[in-house]
């Protein structure tokens, strides 16, 4: 099934990744994807670092290198991935953390993230929802920009 994410502008949001990454981090030189989908912030992003990316998604995964033919990508779970080499940054973006599933499976794609970064790297996690959105009891949210909802 083909998603329609018209509304994103992945070129302003890899550029706000790229300075959050950059202010936590200054120098840092690659950067993982983790559930990359088709690669649109990638596209974006490899202007600034030796990026890879990796997604459960075989179908995915073609468009992804489609648009990005210089990006190596590895196909892989969250949760379970060994790519046998660490990154500066890895970034998993656009609330993709909710396909891990359940608290267990949560645990284990940080834990399998996190084992994937240089002494000093960023982990960047864009969450499914913020506790911004939850106000007076009730759920709100307007706004599907990222950059508004950082930091978390
Ligand atoms: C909402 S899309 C986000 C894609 C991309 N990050 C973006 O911003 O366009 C979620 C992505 O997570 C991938 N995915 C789902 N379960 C996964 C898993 N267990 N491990 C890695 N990727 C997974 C899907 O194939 C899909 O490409």
Known sequence: MRQDYSF?????????????IQQAHPGAKNLLE???????????LKAHYEAVGLDLDAKQLEEA???NPEVVFYQGDMR???LGRTFDAITCLFSAI?????????EAAVYT??????????LLVEP???????????????STS????WPV
């Open 34 to 44: 983790v559930a990359c989908g088709t690669g649109k912030h990638l596209e974006h």
């Open 80 to 82: 379970t991935f060994d």
């Open 98 to 106: 909710g396909h891990a599933g359940s608290v267990e499976g949560l």
């Open 8 to 20: 994103k502008d992945y070129r302003a949001e890899a550029e706000a990744v790229h300075a959050r």
């Open 65 to 67: 290198r489609r648009r």
């Open 128 to 142: 499914w929802l913020s506790p911004q959105v939850w106000q007076n009891n009730r759920m709100r949210c307007l």
């Open 113 to 122: 993230m996190a084992r994937h970064l240089n002494p000093g790297g960023v």
């Open 146 to 149: 990222p950059t508004s909802r």
